[in-house]
């Protein structure tokens, strides 16, 4: 079946490109449109796309870690394509409509590259043209990117792991519950102004221009940095955050057993 170019840009809703950030609606999405006709119609699958940018960010950030002009423009313009398959994936899946209950993993392998791959080759970008430290000291920018990458992983895990345990929980008292976003549908919430910031100021958002500038600008050390401390310190409160709630929700459970055992 070969499918259409009007097809593709169809199957994105209103609603699902106003939740992507400024950078991926100006301009990630429409290029994204032309490459998935030609993915979509050569047989690839929405998760061997997934698969595809998990390799292209692994390699882009092997070419950011060369001490070379030429090799670490190669990285930055593909970790930009990388984003662009991040939509083509998304759009196979949306044109098919075939259910695929491994696609979020797929998907989400891909996506933690940035945050490991990338954070660790800007660190030796960092390394190889810094001018803010002397030589001996530079491989503090590597050590710091490395703690970054850990950080942001450490977190997602955080996040994961408390998603898995509400589930269950709410499984096994027979309190069946979807994993929705409607958290994140009122603009005045907490969640809203959160993932709108982590969108916009994120690896979808200013992040991928932001790579150009430091190229040009030798700027890999001040980027290293900015994104190290919004690493490290969303690892803080995203931690914090969630054992709050895992209390809070104990503690739900506990004076809701107190109460039924009181009536009896």
């Avoid at 998907?107 to 001996?136: E, H, K, M, Q, R």
Wanted: hydrophobic share 45%.
């Amino acid at each position: 079946m070969k499918y259409s170019y009007k097809q593709i840009k169809d199957s994105l809703t209103k609603k699902k490109n106003s939740r992507s950030s400024l950078w991926v609606r100006a301009w990630v999405r429409r290029v994204s449109f032309p490459i998935t006709y030609l993915f979509i119609n050569a047989g690839w699958s929405a998760n061997m796309v997934s698969i595809l940018s998990w390799v292209l960010i692994f390699c882009a950030s092997a070419l950011l870690c060369v001490n070379n002009f030429w090799f670490m423009l190669s990285g930055v313009v593909l970790t930009n394509f990388w984003l662009v398959l991040d939509c083509v994936d998304g759009n196979i899946a949306r044109v098919k409509k075939k259910k695929n209950y491994m696609g979020d993993f797929f998907d989400a392998v891909a996506g933690y590259g940035p945050f490991t791959f990338t954070t660790i080759g800007l660190g030796v970008a960092a390394y190889n043209t810094s001018s803010l430290l002397p030589n001996d000291y530079r491989w503090m920018f590597v050590l710091i990117a490395g703690s970054a990458a850990l950080a942001n992983c450490y977190m997602r895990l955080i996040h994961q792991k408390y998603l898995n345990c509400f589930f269950v929980a709410k499984n096994e008292l027979g309190q069946n519950e979807e994993i929705s976003l409607k958290d994140t549908d009122d603009r005045k919430s907490f969640a809203y102004i959160r993932e709108q910031i982590d969108k916009n100021l994120g690896v979808s958002g200013l992040f991928m221009p932001l790579l150009f500038v430091a190229l040009f600008t030798n700027t890999f050390d001040i980027m290293v940095l900015a994104y190290s401390a919004y690493y490290i310190l969303s690892f803080i409160a995203i931690a914090f955050l969630y054992c709050k709630k895992a209390s809070l929700f104990d503690q739900g459970l506990h004076n809701e057993n107190k109460r039924d055992n009181e009536k009896l």
